[in-house]
């Protein structure tokens, strides 16, 4: 019964990973139609390309009263991604080298993000303001990101006399003339997106009453699983095409969405109670544990070698079997 429903989860992630990059597509096609912003393009689309799953999960496991399916999920996505898919990324190519200056710049604001939820929730509970605090982080990280497309993007404005209003009738037009087919796939693409991740909540939940334990814990472990293989097919095939900065970036820039943006938006839709602490006690350490290894093994060699992945691997396998024990 419990291995029926872990391969249905494995399975529903899966289909929420196709939806996610049927949806992804099909908004990079729109935008390129529309000729949307490029900021647009890199804040929507690439960006938060693969926190989608987290998000729909979040969404959907809020709507359905289980908000911390949601924060597990998130929090697990996190560990997964800086212990189990770097791990595997580096036992795999043996050496992956640090180019720039991407891990002094982010590596700070990425821990400070991962914390920032454990902070809030020592109350025992993520509160709608939380979910805002949460928000405004993210929001001052995206518009620090991005602020030299803002200034493009203001320069462009100021130079066109183009009404708003018109230019978004306008290009509604044209997109309606030219692209029915992406935004057919894009309303298939958010349509899979609610399915799957309704599933998956659904699913969990069944899981949870069947072993005896918080929903938290299966969505830290089982789901977070399942939401972060976007993150690990990205890293294998950036590396793969010798492009460690973008491997980097993706799990950075990942362990920020899913701390602020998809937790902020959990939190809004329902509040959060914590239930057990102790596992959130548990995940806090190992997620500080992990961010430091990870700061020392890429910072000593400027690169992550194998035998530092194994010990990442390992350090994760040792973090579910003390979940689960």
Not at 38 to 57: D, M, Q, R, Y
Not at 109 to 136: C, H, K, N, Q, W
Not at 185 to 199: P, Q, R, T
Not at 293 to 301: A, G, P, R, V
Request: glycine share 8%.
């Amino acid at each position: 019964m419990i291995a029926g429903l872990i391969i249905l989860i494995i399975v529903s992630s899966f289909v929420l990973i196709k939806a996610a990059d049927i949806t992804v597509s099909s908004v990079s096609r729109l935008s390129h139609a529309t000729h949307a912003s490029p900021f647009f393009l890199s804040a929507i689309v690439l960006a938060l390309g693969t926190s989608l799953p987290e998000l729909f999960v979040a969404i959907t496991s809020s709507l359905d009263g289980t908000p911390n399916l949601s924060l597990g999920n998130v929090i697990g996505a996190n560990i997964t991604n800086l212990a189990l898919v770097s791990g595997v990324s580096a036992v795999l190519f043996a050496r992956v080298k640090v180019q720039g200056n991407i891990l002094k710049k982010d590596l700070g604001v990425t821990m400070f993000a991962g914390i920032v939820p454990f902070l809030l929730i020592f109350d025992r509970e993520l509160s709608r303001v939380d979910g805002l605090i949460l928000l405004s982080v993210y929001g001052v990280y995206a518009t620090s990101l991005f602020r030299v497309r803002y200034m493009e993007i203001a320069k462009e404005q100021s130079e066109s006399q183009e009404n708003a209003i018109n230019k978004i009738i306008r290009q509604t037009i044209v997109v309606g003339k030219h692209n029915y087919q992406n935004i057919g796939k894009l309303f298939l693409g958010i349509a899979l997106l609610l399915a799957s991740a309704e599933a998956i909540v659904r699913i969990a939940n069944q899981t949870a009453d069947i072993l005896g334990v918080p929903v938290f814990l299966v969505g830290l472990i089982l789901v977070s699983f399942g939401t972060t293989l976007p993150e690990m097919a990205f890293s294998i095939r950036s590396l793969g095409e010798h492009h460690p900065t973008m491997f980097f970036g993706n799990l950075l820039g990942s362990i920020i969405a899913n701390s602020t943006l998809v937790v902020g938006v959990a939190a809004i839709i329902a509040p959060i109670q914590v239930v057990a602490l102790s596992n959130y006690s548990i995940a806090f350490v190992m997620f500080i544990v992990s961010i430091i290894l990870f700061w020392m093994f890429t910072k000593t060699k400027r690169a992550l070698v194998r035998w530092e992945g194994l010990v990442l691997i390992l350090l994760y396998i040792g973090f579910v079997i003390v979940e689960f024990s």
